[in-house]
């Protein structure tokens, strides 16, 4: 992974229309599309042994993805979640969302309605600081676009801590001149987002949904706001792995979608191809390609969108072929050498020989795919807490109480915070799924756009007696790529509790949240 994506998690990994290009009735259109076309990786030119052997190295190098989809020649050559998550569930996209702004953009500009060349400073009179500006007043639509808007750094980290973001981007020192360098910058992407409810009168989800998701069949996407309303832009989109798909293979078809042009094939190839350079020259990284309009250039003539932990739309022109991808991985690059190693040798240039054997062993397997409730030994230290409530004094963690209740199958754990009671039941080698709303959960690496507190989330959970003393917690809130992991140990009458939130853990790092103790009662 390219050094300014790395500086970028690390700044801000503390924080917590016009109808001319779709048709009228749009709405029976969503609904003729609403699921892509099918296909044996055979008749689409795939051979099954490439996604064998990428199945087999995501798991020989522990590499955690929560699905996958693997488009060839517009159908669906093959597809897999790994429980608990599923294909009826969003997933949260982080920086995957730029992409989606990206294409409101684009369709402002097919409209007539803007320019990449329009100033920025234009659209925002009164939020711009007092002075001159400096070179704040030379800055484009099209240098937000390509990251190159003059900043020394991303202001994202700061500008999240604001009641008025555009204010807090627009004061940030523009150092450079605009146009020149490459610098990672969500704040400009929130920009694009703020641009798009100026010029258009809605917000970046509502223009969307009209423009795009409905034309596609997409029907339950969400996006995080501002404080003021604004869709956070950089980040906060969420959707279903098959709305990746669609996105990625509108794209691959320059625009058009079921026979009618939803985005100009002009724009997608000025947005997909390399507009500026980022620094360093290694070739064989993904991240020093080319960027293009919140588009990244990859190598094998390939372009893509992608977000933190491994989220991942990839075209594939040369092979008419569309990966996409949710995960929860620390090596983005990794993911994307195994993507190159494995499917691509495995796109052929033609449909290969029928095999219902070897294509039911494939599907089995995507089938089957699962990740490992954490492991443990019988039950062996239930009745001595069920029903008991550990109390803890008060703590960074903001836990107050922690009630068991134990079955053969399954525990029920009750927190209590600030904010009342929350209850989720984990099951013993299998995930239960939920809902809980506990405080700090689900972890998140960027704090502007989280729900409130109390906001209750989807959750699979699984439990585990690790050894006759040791209860593990496991909650994967699986419309996100991350987890909680709560380490109960009892020791008589007194019990200790240990968290850890994945994001941590991904990045080796210590989590600064206490060790809790209590007496168990």
């Known amino acids: 992974m390219m050094t300014s994506r790395r500086t970028f998690l690390r700044q801000i990994g503390g924080l917590a229309g016009s109808l001319a290009f779709f048709p009228a009735n749009h709405r029976a259109l969503a609904d003729a599309t609403s699921a892509l076309p099918r296909s044996t990786a055979a008749a689409a030119g795939v051979d099954a042994a490439g996604i064998h ?41 982080y920086s995957l969302s730029k992409s989606f702004t990206s294409t409101a953009i684009g369709m402002l500009v097919a409209d007539g309605k803007l320019s990449v060349e329009e100033k920025v400073a234009s659209f925002f009179p ?22 190159s808007v003059g900043h ?19 004061a940030w020192p523009v150092e450079h001149a605009p146009g020149t360098r490459f610098v990672y910058n969500s704040g400009a992407t929130y920009a694009l987002s703020a641009i798009v409810q100026k010029r258009s009168g809605k917000t970046l989800l509502e223009f969307l949904r009209g423009r795009l998701f409905e034309p596609l069949g997409i029907g339950n996407a969400t996006w995080e ?89 990839v075209a594939m022109p040369e092979q008419d072929a569309v990966f996409v991808a949710t995960a929860e991985v620390s090596n983005m690059q990794a993911e994307l050498d195994l993507v190159w190693e494995h499917l691509l040798p495995a796109l052929k240039p033609a449909t290969l020989p029928d095999d219902p054997a070897a294509e039911k062993r494939l599907r089995e397997r995507l089938a089957g795919l699962s990740l490992t409730p954490p492991a443990g030994i019988a039950n062996p230290g239930g009745a001595r807490i069920n029903g008991k409530t550990a109390r803890f004094e008060k703590n960074a963690l903001g836990i107050e109480s922690v009630e068991f209740a134990m079955q053969d199958v399954n525990c029920a754990f009750t927190f209590r915070d600030g904010d009342g009671s929350h209850r989720v039941v984990a099951g013993f080698g299998a995930w239960s799924r939920g809902e809980f709303a506990l405080a700090g959960t689900p972890p998140r690496l960027v704090s502007g756009g989280a729900p ?46 240990a968290f850890t939130g994945s994001i941590v853990a991904l990045n080796a790092g210590k989590d600064s949240r206490p060790q809790l103790t209590s007496t168990l009662g």
């Open 53 to 93: 052997a990428f199945l087999d190295a995501l798991a020989e190098k522990r590499m955690e993805l929560h699905s996958f989809m693997l488009l060839r020649h517009g159908q669906v050559a093959a597809e897999g979640w790994w429980a608990p998550y599923g294909p009826e569930f969003r997933h949260t996209l």
């Open 225 to 313: 706001t501002c404080p003021r309303g604004i869709c956070t832009g950089g980040w906060g989109l969420s959707v279903p792995t098959e709305a990746l798909a669609k996105f990625g293979e509108l794209y691959l078809r320059k625009g058009q979608w079921n026979g009618r042009e939803v985005l100009p094939a002009a724009w997608i190839a000025e947005a997909t191809a390399k507009q500026i350079q980022q620094p360093g020259n290694n070739e064989k990284s993904d991240w020093q390609q080319g960027y293009g309009y919140q588009f990244w250039r990859c190598r094998h003539g390939a372009f893509r969108g992608d977000g933190a932990f491994g989220q991942y739309i």
């Open 126 to 147: 009164e939020d711009l600081p007092a002075g001159d500006g400096g070179r704040l007043a030379e800055v484009r639509v099209k240098d937000l676009l390509t990251m």
């Open 152 to 170: 020394a750094k991303d202001p994202t980290s700061e500008m999240v801590k604001s009641e008025n973001w555009l204010r807090t981007f627009l």
């Open 452 to 497: 409130k507190s109390g906001t209750l989330h989807p959750v699979s959970a699984s439990a585990a007696w690790t050894d006759a003393n040791t209860l593990t917690l496991m909650l994967r809130f699986h419309e996100t790529p991350h987890h909680d992991r709560f380490v109960f140990r009892f020791d008589g009458d007194k019990v200790g509790l």
